[in-house]
């Protein structure tokens, strides 16, 4: 049997299954609604599809509370009241951003341990709960093994002024990434590409800054400039190249190339959580 885990914006958590003294069941956790906007114009056999969209995902949990009844009762009412958000985690591989949707409904009998209720994922994909963290390198090996030491030095490698990294996506969709880019000296215009995709900013670093780039949870896209050490924040999304498109990894593998006008190495880093459309027992 699966175990499920609801963790409280606030950090309370509520665990379903053995653990938490009650036997469940959750629907929801596959297939996908797609809403279409169709039209038919006159004497026309079969329709027009002008637009697909993916609404979120309603996850109804059910099942029976056999060990301390009313405790049990008490905690759920308590930690899925309404308003509350939080994250509800699938057999600690997945999780997913829900609301309460319908808080529980528990029978008012002592010894009846039923419960309902049901949360909404405004966005429908499961994420794995292991971030994947893909670091960029520019340094080039300039050896081979087996290799003769000499007393007179030598380059263990060459600096590039091109970065590379592949970031890829066993996921089933595309996602959100969060990038990181940290000024080791001043550079100016950094740049993270992909193919012909690419996100771009039009501004200069002074050494130990960091641009941090990321998708909140209500989708909206974000970029914060930690300046002067760190101690100053400013928001960073005014220098966004106009052109920019490469918001998202796609599917598989991403090769993706960091750069900046001076052509000198910086800290980059790409992290993300594949999605998933839906989860099941392994």
Not at 112 to 130: E, I, N
Not at 224 to 231: I, T
Request: glycine share 8%.
């Amino acid at each position: 049997m699966y175990n499920a885990k609801f963790i409280a914006e606030n950090g309370s958590i509520f665990t379903f299954g053995a653990d938490g003294s009650n036997v469940f069941d959750i629907d929801g956790l596959s297939g996908m609604k797609m809403t279409l906007t169709k039209s038919q114009t006159y004497s026309r056999v079969g329709e027009n599809v002008s637009s697909v969209s993916a609404g979120g995902r309603t996850l109804t949990i059910n099942g029976y509370i056999y060990g301390s009844i009313p405790s049990v009762k008490r905690d759920m009412l308590r930690i899925f009241r309404a308003f509350t958000t939080g994250r509800l985690i699938f057999d600690d591989k997945y999780y997913i951003n829900v609301v309460v949707k319908d808080t529980p409904t528990v029978s008012p009998k002592k010894n009846d341990g039923s419960f309902l209720l049901a949360l909404f994922a405004p966005d429908p994909y499961f994420r794995d709960t292991k971030t994947q963290y893909v670091e960029f390198n520019s340094l080039t090996a300039n050896f081979t093994f087996p290799f003769t030491l000499s007393e007179n030095s030598f380059a263990l490698g060459l600096v590039s002024p091109v970065m590379t990294a592949n970031a890829y996506n066993d996921g089933d969709a595309s996602t959100a990434y969060t990038l990181t880019i940290t000024a080791l000296q001043e550079i100016t215009n950094p740049r993270l590409s992909c193919g012909n995709k690419y996100i771009a900013f039009t501004m200069t670093l002074a050494k130990s800054d960091k641009l941090i780039i990321w998708r909140a949870d209500d989708g909206s896209f974000r970029a914060d400039w930690h300046g002067s050490g760190g101690d100053k924040i400013t928001d960073a999304v005014q220098y966004l190249n106009d052109g920019s498109t490469l918001f998202e990894l796609g599917v598989g593998d991403n090769h993706l190339v960091a750069r900046n006008e001076e052509g000198v190495p910086m800290g980059v880093v790409v992290s993300f959580n594949s999605p998933f459309s839906g989860v099941y027992e392994a």
